[in-house]
T-cell receptor
Framework: DAGVIQSPRHEVTEMGQEVTLRCKPI?????LFWYRQTMMRGLELLIY????????DSGMPEDRFSAKMPNASFSTLKIQPSEPRDSAVYFC????????????FGPGTRLTVT | AQSVTQPDIHITVSEGASLELRCNYS??????LFWYVQSPGQGLQLLLK??????LVQGIKGFEAEFKRSQSSFNLRKPSVHWSDAAEYFC????????????FGSGTRLLVRP
């Protein structure tokens, strides 16, 4: 079974550029979560989807961040324009639903904004 | 609101010694509880979970955890630590009533002395 797939694994970009992070959840999973991890703030939940519908985006830091889930097998997190303080590791996780709370994490995308 | 506390930011143990990582949660009913491990440069990997039943749960890599309702705790244990266990460990509780959202503790970094 393929786990959660994220791309790219590493992204280096200049301030002001648009960045798009991609995630493919585990097949059959109903919920998808985007997290950000930094040394200073730890692991933060940005947004999550259930059956492709955004449920809670209160963790999205500002309007520069947006996320979409056009279908059950694909999600994107976009930052436009990017800033150096957005540098972090971004994780995607999926959950099977049906009463099960465990989440399965992807390997993460390490974003560096210079 | 539910919360998770991991009181130890860092723990250092010698290889071969026993390990206990502490986790306390706040929730009125029986919670869904999890331990995750994150090795450097990796995503979070599920070690074990507790939903109900036997309060001592076994996980992967020789880890176990015990749910103690009276102490609101779910401590992680391993009888003999290996150098490869050096990582960060996160305790999490399922936020009941949400779409499978997890509340994570701040993590405990385990260092293993040779």
């Amino acid at each position: 079974d393929a786990g959660v797939i994220q791309s790219p694994r590493h992204e280096v970009t200049e301030m002001g550029q648009e960045v798009t992070l991609r995630c493919k959840p585990i097949s059959g999973h109903n919920s998808l979560f985007w997290y950000r991890q930094t040394m200073m703030r730890g692991l933060e939940l940005l947004i999550y989807f259930n059956n492709n519908v955004p449920i809670d985006d209160s963790g999205m830091p500002e309007d520069r961040f947006s996320a979409k889930m056009p279908n059950a097998s694909f999600s994107t997190l976009k930052i436009q324009p990017s800033e150096p303080r957005d540098s972090a590791v971004y994780f995607c996780a999926s959950n099977p639903g049906q009463g099960m709370y465990e989440q399965y994490f992807g390997p993460g995308t390490r974003l560096t904004v210079t | 609101a539910q919360s998770v506390t991991q009181p130890d930011i860092h723990i250092t143990v010698s290889e071969g010694a026993s390990l206990e990582l502490r986790c306390n949660y706040s929730y009125g009913a029986t919670p869904y509880l999890f331990w995750y491990v994150q090795s450097p440069g990796q995503g979070l990997q599920l070690l074990l979970k507790y939903f109900s039943g036997d309060t001592l749960v076994q996980g992967i890599k020789g880890f176990e955890a015990e749910f103690k309702r009276s102490q609101s705790s779910f401590n992680l244990r391993k009888p003999s630590v290996h150098w490869s266990d050096a990582a960060e460990y996160f305790c999490a509780v399922g936020e009941v009533g949400s779409s499978y959202k997890l509340i994570f503790g701040s993590g405990t970094r385990l260092l293993v002395r040779p």
